[in-house]
């Protein structure tokens, strides 16, 4: 489960996500949805640790900066970096040591089947195009068996077989149990699986529920969107 409790950023003068709070269940994928410069990066950014903010944030029962939070999650950023002399394989291997997964070599093989990279497994990860960083980072993160798992921007860049397996992999992990959270300004991308939406703009949450709540509004996701993202005349 994860649990985000009063989360302020301030960059210097600008108040970048304004006091949020809410949880992703077990079993659920829940998506962030906002214009640009709404706080979804912030408010990833601060879940995984990566910066300075005020606020509470937990992890299975953990807080996010701790050890026993990061055995339980991963993070696929938006923007994917890579070891420049690391193999794709050395890539996944590497990721599996430092979680301590020592059976993993099979889910490894599916992995790389699964995202078109079998045949690539030694292009090193400075020989790799932008996409391909995306799946390795994918790769990497669902190697670990993550009980929280966090995607920024997910579908950018990826070709449509790899959208619609990353989309299965998302669903298997649901099934699982595990909670996901998937940032996006890409309402249809998403708009087949959520259970969960939080809309923000201005660095607030202007609309949260469940597929349930929302929909006896009778509205689609995107009319919802902007009803609370666009200036009232
Ligand atoms: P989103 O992901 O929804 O597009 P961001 O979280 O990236 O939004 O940005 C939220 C606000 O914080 C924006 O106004 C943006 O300009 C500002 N911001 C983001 N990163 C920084 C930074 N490193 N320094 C200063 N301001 C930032």
Same mark, same amino acid.
């Given at each position: ?28 994928? #829940? ?18 640790? +990566? ?33 420049? +002399? +690391? ?20 889910? #490894?093989? %599916? ?15 400075? %020989? ?12 990497? #993160? ?23 397996? +990353? ?10 149990? #595990? ?55």
């Amino acid at each position: 489960m994860l649990l985000v409790k009063n989360l302020i950023k301030k960059y210097k003068n600008e108040l970048a996500v304004n006091n949020i709070s809410f949880q992703v269940d077990e079993g659920e994928i #829940a998506i962030l949805l906002g214009p640009n410069g709404a706080g979804k990066s912030t408010t990833i950014k601060s879940i995984v640790g +990566l910066l300075k903010y005020d606020g509470y944030i937990e992890i299975c029962g953990y807080k996010n900066k701790t050890i026993e939070a990061k055995k339980v999650f991963s993070y696929v950023p938006e923007v994917s970096s890579m070891f420049d +002399l +690391l193999t794709i394989y050395e890539h996944i291997e590497y990721i599996a040591a430092a979680y301590g997964i020592v059976d993993y070599k099979d889910q #490894a093989e %599916e992995l790389l089947k699964r995202f078109d990279l079998s045949d690539k497994r030694n292009k090193l990860g400075k %020989e790799l195009s932008k996409g391909m960083m995306q799946k390795v980072s994918i790769c990497c #993160a669902l190697i670990t068996h993550p009980k929280v798992i966090l995607f920024d921007e997910p579908l950018m860049g990826l070709d449509p077989k790899a959208i619609k397996e +990353l989309k299965k992999a998302i669903v298997e992990l649901k099934e699982k149990g #595990a909670s996901i959270l998937i940032s996006t300004h890409i309402i249809d991308s998403v708009d087949d699986f959520w259970d969960k939406v939080l809309i923000m703009k201005n660095g607030n949450i202007v609309l949260a529920g469940t597929r349930k709540e929302l929909m006896s509004r009778n509205e689609t996701l995107e009319e919802l969107f902007f009803d609370v993202t666009e200036e009232k005349e």
